[in-house]
């Protein structure tokens, strides 16, 4: 049995470690010229843990994270609203049941579980379509590819999405999110803890270790035009932990349009 695989993202990758296990031939088809290790940090809780350990990936991806302990949810003054024990689920689990990595090191740690051959770079699925039991997919090269079993997975601006079910749409929040790593930690700082600080305006950021050896700050802002107040202090205080931090903001904006 054979499957088409469209985007080589995290779910992509997973899923084709998946379908080799169940020995389905797998042909994976990849927008980008090259295979990078991109982001930033990213969480894994222990549904995606588990999974991962089902599919034998998590002694790969564990080896690249950082395990958390505890998570404390703080008010924008840093009192603690609420506090959880995850090492009391990884015990009643038998495995982690959180821990932070670098998306590229997560990335890095699926690939390096598949063969190579199997991923076609360069390859910009721009429609599908139902033909007879296939669905036949068209890249922007002009190729031509037909499969019984196609697995969408290519992230949030979904071609495939878009073609075959062209009603759906996403839904801008209006949040941006910003992401910044920094090597090392700031003195005192329990790496196992992560901390989610909640402003007033119903956003929040965490100070987080998503690799071993570096920290990371993730905040979601509405978009008013201006930093919130509340944020100001943390990003002061993260500027002089890291003299050398940059910012860059992500922003998940509305459609694409070709
Ligand atoms: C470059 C990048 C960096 C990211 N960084 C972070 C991060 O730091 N922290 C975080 O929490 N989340 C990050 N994300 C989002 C996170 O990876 C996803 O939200 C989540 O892992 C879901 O995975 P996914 O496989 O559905 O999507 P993604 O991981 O987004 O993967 C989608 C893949 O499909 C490919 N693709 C897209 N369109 C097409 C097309 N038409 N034809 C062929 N291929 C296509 C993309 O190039 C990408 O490789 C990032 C995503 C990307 C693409």
Redesign the pocket.
């Known amino acids: 049995m054979r499957a088409v695989i469209?985007?080589?993202?995290?779910?992509?990758?997973?899923v084709a470690k998946g379908l080799r296990l169940l020995e389905w031939e797998t042909e994976i088809?990849?927008?980008?010229s090259e295979?990078?290790p991109?982001?930033?940090?990213?969480?894994l809780s222990a549904n995606a843990l588990r999974a991962l350990r089902t599919l034998g990936l998590y002694e790969a991806v564990v080896a690249e994270a950082q395990p958390i302990h505890r998570l404390d949810l703080l008010d924008d003054k840093g009192q603690v609203l609420q506090s959880t024990d995850f090492q009391r689920f990884s015990r009643q689990y038998g495995h982690l049941s959180m821990a932070v990595l670098?998306?590229g090191d997560l990335?890095k740690a699926l690939l390096s579980e598949l063969p190579r051959s199997i991923i076609r770079t360069d390859?910009?699925?721009?429609d599908a379509r139902q033909v007879g039991d296939n669905i036949a997919l068209r890249?922007a090269n002009g190729e031509i590819v037909e499969s019984e079993l196609v697995l969408a997975?290519?992230?949030?601006?979904?071609?495939?999405r878009r073609a075959l079910f062209p009603q759906s749409r996403e839904h801008f929040a209006r949040y941006a999110c910003w992401?910044a790593i920094a090597p090392g930690f700031p003195q005192g700082m329990d790496p196992a803890r992560l901390t989610e600080s909640w402003g007033p305006e119903n956003a929040s950021a965490w100070p987080r270790s998503?690799a071993k050896g570096s920290t990371g700050l993730?905040a979601v802002v509405p978009i008013t035009g201006t930093t919130p107040s509340w944020l100001r202090p943390i990003l002061q205080k993260f500027r002089r932990c890291f003299p050398d931090f940059t910012s860059r903001r992500?922003l998940i904006g509305p459609r694409r349009t070709r």
């Open positions: 469209i985007g080589a993202g995290i779910a992509g990758l997973t088809y990849e927008q980008a295979l990078k991109l982001g930033a940090g990213l969480s670098h998306r990335h390859m910009e699925c721009v890249f997975c290519d992230g949030i601006h979904s071609a495939v992401r998503p993730l992500s």
